[in-house]
């Protein structure tokens, strides 16, 4: 298990604030810290030499925090840059990297590289819109009808814990609006005993929401402070979800975190959910 905080840096300011964002997690449950940048063979060497100054900043402004830098090249051939970060990353590391996007979108090139990227990797990521969220608060977790959702709504609850925030569980059910929405049988009702059995300290509360899921998250996650978001968050257990993670990074207004695989195999995670029992 290698559990590094690897921060895809180009120099960009939605680079810097995924720098920022990593460096207050690693900062909060110690991890080794690497700045990743994909450049050709001829910009390798301008690169490499451009992440060291970065590296002595951040070492800088934070003695004692473990801190490298690495240049990857993209396949020969070619090779897609979100390839080339998914060859750099292991399963048990947490990939954090800036996006342009906004909920007012400005091109089509800014809203497809976070996508692509977490499409790509196979290890948990956090997109960091170019915003500053240092002084936001609450944490949403986005569920769906999977048993899965006890787990990650778990993961979140132990973030909340960390952070000492609040906790919001949304599941939405779709477009169909009855007088009261009903409950009984939703995979919510198990995700927040979950969450309040994992993190006793951390206030839970829970909504059930009618729409297009995305749209749902991004409502409730807007001012908050991260979103948690599973690999599928679709009330079909059977369907491919995503077009929903892509419609979520699309319109992304707050940090998100997409926690895949063992959800809490990341170090961070796992020390998180043991600081609260």
């Known amino acids: 298990m290698t559990g590094r905080c690897i921060v895809g840096f180009d120099g960009s300011g939605p680079s810097e604030r ?67 970060i998914a060859r750099a990353t292991g399963p048990d590391d947490l990939l954090v990297i800036g996006t342009h996007q906004h909920p007012f979108p400005r091109g089509g090139v800014a809203r497809s590289r976070a996508w692509d990227i977490a499409s790509a990797v196979g ?10 969220v240092r002084l936001r608060s609450g944490i949403v977790v986005g569920i769906d009808q999977r048993s899965s959702g006890a787990r990650l709504a778990r993961v979140a609850a132990a973030e909340a814990g960390r952070r000492g925030d609040e906790l919001l569980v949304v599941q939405s059910v779709g477009s169909r609006r009855p007088a ?35 749209r749902a998250l991004l409502h409730a996650a807007r001012d908050r402070a991260l979103l948690v978001v599973g690999e599928s968050t679709t009330p079909d257990a059977g369907a491919v979800a995503t077009p929903v993670l892509r419609d979520v990074l699309t319109g992304i207004s707050s940090p998100v975190l997409v926690a895949r695989g063992a959800l809490a195999g990341f170090p961070a995670f796992a020390a998180a959910a043991d600081t609260l029992g």
């Open 18 to 84: 995924a720098l920022a964002w990593a460096v207050r997690r690693t900062r909060a449950v110690p991890a080794p810290l690497r700045l990743l940048r994909v450049a050709t063979a001829a910009d390798r060497d301008t690169a490499s030499t451009a992440l060291d100054a970065v590296v002595d900043r951040v070492r800088s402004a934070q003695p004692g925090l473990e801190v490298d830098a690495r240049v990857v090249g993209p396949a020969a051939g070619g090779g897609s840059v979100a390839d080339a």
């Open 123 to 132: 290890c948990p990521v956090v997109v960091v819109p170019d915003v500053d």
């Open 180 to 214: 009261r929405p009903a409950r009984e049988g939703l995979a919510i009702e198990d995700a927040v005993a979950g969450a309040r059995d994992s993190a006793p300290g951390v206030v839970v509360s829970s909504a059930v929401v009618h729409g297009e899921p995305a």
